[in-house]
């Protein structure tokens, strides 16, 4: 069983930052992958980012170069830095876990478990 509590949303205006960060708990092996997906109100939820548990990172196209995950395997947190937000970033937020493959980048996919979510409001 895997825990994963999100904290560090909240309202930003455009072009603002916000660090949301993603506190892990349970079975080792599963949460080699973790990351961040999102959902906007009447739209499905996608990936933002992951990364696998040696640090390779995959990321949504929408947020390549303003957006940078990373994690604290020691103190088992997943980190989200978010740079020039913008309108469209605006949903909730929700952490992510899940078995994965240490070679590889993770792959939505991959992911089975899910925090509460956080959310993001960009103005």
């Known amino acids: 069983h895997v825990q994963l509590v999100e904290s560090g949303g909240g309202s930003v205006q455009a072009g603002g930052s916000l660090r949301l960060s993603c506190a892990a708990s349970g079975y080792t092996a599963s949460r080699v992958c973790m990351g961040w997906f999102r959902q906007a109100p009447g739209k499905e939820r996608e990936g933002v980012a992951g990364i696998n548990n040696v640090g390779r990172t995959t990321y949504a196209d929408s947020v390549k170069g303003r957006f940078t995950i990373s994690r604290d395997n020691a103190k088992n947190t997943l980190y989200l830095q978010m740079d020039d937000l913008k309108p469209e970033d605006t949903a909730m937020y929700y952490c992510?876990?899940?078995?994965?493959?240490?070679?590889?980048?993770?792959?939505?996919?991959?992911?089975?478990?899910w925090g509460q979510g956080t959310q993001v409001t960009v103005s």
């Open positions: 992510a876990a899940g078995a994965g493959n240490w070679a590889r980048a993770c792959q939505w996919g991959d992911f089975a478990y």
